[in-house]
T-cell receptor
Framework: DQQVKQNSPSLSVQEGRISILNCDYT??????FLWYKKYPAEGPTFLIS?????DKNEDGRFTVFLNKSAKHLSLHIVPSQPGDSAVYFC??????????????FGKGTLLTVNP | GAVVSQHPSRVICKSGTSVKIECRSL??????MFWYRQFPKQSLMLMAT?????????EQGVEKDKFLINHASLTLSTLTVTSAHPEDSSFYIC??????????FGAGTRLSVL
């Protein structure tokens, strides 16, 4: 059972436009969410996170929105750049069960930004 | 900061041999490290949580005798795939928990068992 779902396997946008990557989750115990970016043959790189007590977190071109009632979060990248082309993973964790903060990942969305 | 080094990046071995993968946090101490496995076009699946100085906690369905984890110091965790078989071929990736409970990942190890 996939607790974190990224229903779009791929997304293509034009350089300079906004990229919106979506993520849904089913476990209401999740209270911390992260986005990672992954290039081929490299490990995921942390991008941005958000706690469940917030509904928005912004860092430069990246903004994450959280809608707890809908169990949905999204990552906005604006303006998109060709170097943003990568696989983006949504991940979620819960503080229950100790302080290890285990992550549950979605399957990822391949973003392609066209020049 | 927050660099995690994983070695080797690629290993090819014969069936029945054991393979050790190292995960090091280079510029921070990590009391907790994680080991994941990723199949093609799938998400990263957590295999086990490794805490320094104690036994690893394995996820359901992961054989602890097959995947030996040692976290002997605050900067090093190792995963040994014992008596590897072709079905163990996969992409293995580690992470280390840093500040603000963010996990920082290594570059991964591509294991191919012939």
């Amino acid at each position: 059972d996939q607790q974190v779902k990224q229903n779009s396997p791929s997304l293509s946008v034009q350089e300079g436009r906004i990229s919106i990557l979506n993520c849904d989750y089913t476990n209401s115990m999740f209270d911390y969410f992260l986005w990672y970016k992954k290039y081929p043959a490299e490990g995921p790189t942390f991008l941005i996170s958000i706690s469940s007590i917030k509904d928005k977190n912004e860092d430069g071109r990246f903004t994450v929105f959280l809608n707890k009632s809908a169990k949905h979060l999204s990552l906005h990248i604006v303006p998109s750049q060709p170097g943003d082309s990568a696989v983006y993973f949504c991940a979620a964790s819960t503080k229950s069960g100790g302080s290890n903060y285990k992550l549950t990942f979605g399957k990822g969305t391949l973003l392609t930004v066209n020049p | 900061g927050a660099v995690v080094s994983q070695h080797p990046s690629r290993v090819i071995c014969k069936s029945g041999t054991s393979v050790k993968i190292e995960c090091r946090s280079l510029d921070f101490q990590a009391t907790t490290m994680f080991w994941y496995r990723q199949f093609p076009k799938q998400s990263l699946m957590l295999m086990a949580t490794s805490n320094e100085g104690s036994k690893a906690t394995y996820e359901q369905g992961v054989e602890k005798d097959k995947f030996l984890i040692n976290h002997a110091s605050l900067t090093l965790s190792t995963l040994t795939v014992t008596s590897a078989h072709p079905e163990d071929s996969s992409f293995y990736i580690c992470s280390a928990k840093g500040a603000k409970n963010i996990q920082y990942f290594g570059a991964g190890t591509r294991l191919s068992v012939l």
